[in-house]
Every structure is written in structure tokens, then in C-alpha cells.
């Protein structure tokens, strides 16, 4: 009602939102949506605390819902593939990746560039196969 009739939100669950706007049911402007956030293990959208077990290396999954809906950890160009693959599936219009560190992050430093340039290649990659 302020005058935005489009918004990108670029990490975050905002599929169910853009639904209930698009249904008519709610009014509000356009989403387009990254989905959730993909970083590297101790990246930037790496929501762990310290002693919490890492949700491929554990082999038990996410342990919260921040990060399964807020972030996927993803290590290698295999796994971005992956979770670009799946942001798109849920609905995704274009990628967010943390290639760096952050102001608020606990375990990496700001000036960190984590990602390496084969993983930074894949996810643009798979973005375009898939035609954003």
C-alpha cells in the first residue's frame, strides 16, 4: 500500500507468502524469491552454533527448520548444484549464494572469500540451464 508493486527477496522462505498474494486472497506486490540462502560450511548463512552438528557430515539432516527453509550448507559444486536444483524446484526466480563473510556472522570473517570459482561457476551454471 506504499507503492511497491514488485519486491525480490533474496533469502528466505517467501514461497507462501507470493502464493496468498498471487491467490488474491491477501494484497501485496510481486515476489520474486531466492529461496533459501546457499553458503559454504562456517559461511556467512551458516546458522549453527558452535556445537551443532553438521547436517551432511552428522548424516542426520538439518536439525531445525532455519536450516532446511533459511539456508542450505553446501560444499562443492555438486552440492550447490543441488541446492540451486532445489530452490528452483520450490519456486525460486534467482540464486542467492554467500561467497563471503559476514558483519554478523560468528564463525567467518568478513573479508573470508570462501566459495572457490568452480563452485561460484556451478551455481551461475545451473541457474542459466535452468533459464534465470
Do not use: C
Amino acid at each position: 500500500m506504499n507503492g511497491f508493486t514488485t519486491v525480490r527477496d533474496l533469502g528466505g522462505p517467501a514461497k507462501s507468502i507470493a502464493r496468498i498474494i498471487d491467490s488474491g486472497m491477501f494484497p501485496g506486490p510481486r515476489i520474486y524469491s531466492s529461496e533459501a540462502f546457499i553458503t559454504q560450511t562456517s559461511g556467512h548463512a551458516d546458522f549453527r552454533k558452535l556445537n551443532d552438528r553438521h547436517p551432511t557430515l552428522s548424516g542426520q539432516g538439518p536439525s531445525h527448520w532455519v536450516e532446511s527453509e533459511m539456508s542450505f550448507i553446501a560444499d562443492g559444486p555438486d552440492q550447490i548444484r543441488m541446492a540451486v536444483r532445489e530452490n528452483l524446484r520450490r519456486g525460486a526466480t534467482q540464486i542467492k549464494i554467500m561467497v563471503s563473510g559476514g558483519v554478523t556472522s560468528e564463525f567467518d570473517p568478513l573479508h573470508s572469500l570462501q566459495y572457490q570459482a568452480d563452485e561460484i561457476q556451478m551455481a551461475v551454471k545451473t541457474a542459466e540451464q535452468w533459464g534465470t
